[in-house]
């Protein structure tokens, strides 16, 4: 573990995901976290993970970014010491307009309707769904059991910006200057590259998830909207299977 992202969502860490990759490491993003390290997330959730767990889970990932790291940093942090941490951060007002507008058009407009379908119909979508609900309330102090009926979020305006100063007054509290970088996406490559003992590459400082792009042309390359459209056409095709034998046997059993 070399890098580890403690910055919360929609302040640039999709950007500075794109950016570590550019710079080499293999990154795990919410999408690689959600999928390929559930049992860790499951075993901090319920209380029973060690420090072995951690070691053994991450021991070959480069880099954490976005949830749930965010929520569980600092116990990650305890068992890979030398890891360089990187606090990103914006504004706080721009940053509650940016995560409203992500949220808003998670919960409006056609391609969310089918995300939320599948999200309602399929045992990956169920699951993740629940998982979601989870890091919110670890992360946000927001719970909605009914997230999966509902498909609504809380726009608890002022919940959300306390959580979001608290948990930057603690990294910044809690990381000595010197072992930590204050990152925000219009500083650019510079003092990333410094901070990392990287090249500075010959291209633009990564601008992911504008507008919430995330869920719209990102949205069908990410690996679980295709895990769950792999599921919904099972289950469309054992549907159509089922709804096929009914009818047979309805007119000729």
């Known amino acids: 573990m070399k890098v580890i992202c403690v910055g919360f969502w929609k302040t640039g860490t999709k950007s500075m995901s794109k950016a570590l990759i550019d710079?080499?490491?293999n990154v795990y993003d919410y999408a690689e976290q959600s999928f390929l390290l559930r049992s860790l997330w499951d075993k901090f959730f319920d209380g029973t993970v060690t420090d072995d767990d951690i070691y053994?889970?991450?021991?070959?990932?480069?880099?954490?970014?976005?949830?749930?790291?965010?929520?569980?940093?600092?116990?990650?942090?305890?068992?890979?010491?030398?890891?360089?941490i990187i606090l990103t951060m914006r504004d706080e007002?721009?940053?509650?307009?940016?995560?409203?507008?992500?949220?808003?058009?998670?919960?409006?407009?056609?391609?969310?309707?089918?995300l939320k379908f599948l999200l309602l119909t399929t045992p990956t979508g169920y699951s993740f769904t629940k998982f979601v609900n989870k890091i919110m309330r670890y992360g946000y102090g927001v719970e909605d059991d009914n997230l999966i009926l509902s498909f609504s979020w809380s726009r608890n305006e002022k919940l959300y910006k306390l959580k979001y100063r608290q948990h930057n007054a603690y990294v910044l509290h809690t990381v000595p200057d010197n072992k930590r970088l204050v990152h925000e996406p219009s500083h650019?490559?510079?003092?990333?590259?410094?901070?990392?003992?990287?090249?500075?590459?010959?291209?633009?400082?990564?601008?992911?998830?504008?507008?919430?792009?995330?869920?719209?042309s990102e949205l069908m390359s990410n690996p679980i909207f295709i895990k769950l459209s792999r599921e919904m056409l099972v289950e469309l095709a054992v549907f159509v299977l089922i709804l096929a034998a009914a009818v047979g046997w309805w007119f000729y059993g």
């Open 188 to 216: 650019g490559w510079s003092p990333l590259c410094e901070y990392l003992g990287k090249e500075v590459p010959g291209k633009a400082y990564p601008h992911q998830n504008k507008n919430a792009s995330i869920f719209t």
């Open 23 to 25: 710079l080499g490491y």
């Open 93 to 114: 007002d721009k940053w509650w307009k940016s995560l409203k507008g992500m949220n808003d058009a998670f919960y409006s407009g056609p391609r969310a309707a089918i």
């Open 56 to 84: 053994q889970a991450l021991k070959d990932v480069d880099a954490l970014i976005d949830g749930p790291t965010i929520v569980f940093w600092e116990e990650i942090y305890r068992v890979f010491p030398e890891a360089k």
